[in-house]
């Protein structure tokens, strides 16, 4: 049972690029959430996706928008790269009606902005 | 969503046991505590959970205070491979499909 897999792992963009993640849930789970973390601090909530809608997000900019497609796989979209935008992203799946907390991460991507 | 207080950092000795707390003085009746770990270049991991009664499972105990504003992550005998930082977030059942992440405590296992 393949576990929640990110792509690329590594990535360099210039400022003013733009730049698509991706990410495949854990089998089975219907929600995706986006996570943004820099060096040294915890990951920050972006945006969660259900039913092919976003649900909730965090205090990030529009330069950052999402898709979830039917087959539950997610993509986080950034545009306008700024330097800050460095940092590792992370993907989280889970299956909402559960409601354990329990929530599945990825690797992460991780983004070099320069 | 109640806020929690963790100490940014902790050092235990291999095979003791970790004691990891975390503060949730204004947490709500309806709102769990839930705890995480990451380990370096990881994605984080669920622990445990638990709303009033302490909880044990495979990785760890979870003590909460009768008054429910503190609890305390319990790894009873650390390995380095424990080596990580620990996170403690407050939620009620209809969010926690998405975790609010602080900085955590960086737990240090030493040989």
Known sequence: ?114 | DAKTTQPPSMDCAEGRAANLPCNHSTISGNEYVYWYRQIHSQGPQYIIHGLKNNETNEMASLIITEDRKSSTLILPHATLRDTAVYYCIVRTMYNNNDMRFGAGTRLTVKP
């Open chain 1, 1 to 114: 049972d393949a576990g929640v897999t990110q792509s690329p792992t590594h990535l360099i963009k210039t400022r003013g690029q733009q730049v698509t993640l991706r990410c495949s849930p854990k089998s089975g789970h219907d929600t995706v959430s986006w996570y943004q973390q820099a060096l040294g601090q915890g990951p920050q909530f972006i945006f969660q996706y259900y039913e092919e809608e976003e649900r909730q997000r965090g205090n990030f900019p529009d330069r950052f928008s999402g898709h979830q497609f039917p087959n539950y796989s997610s993509e986080l979209n950034v545009n306008a790269l700024l330097l800050g935008d460095s940092a590792l992203y992370l993907c989280a799946s889970s299956l909402k009606a559960e409601r354990t907390g329990e929530l599945f991460f990825g690797e992460g991507s991780r983004l070099t902005v320069l």
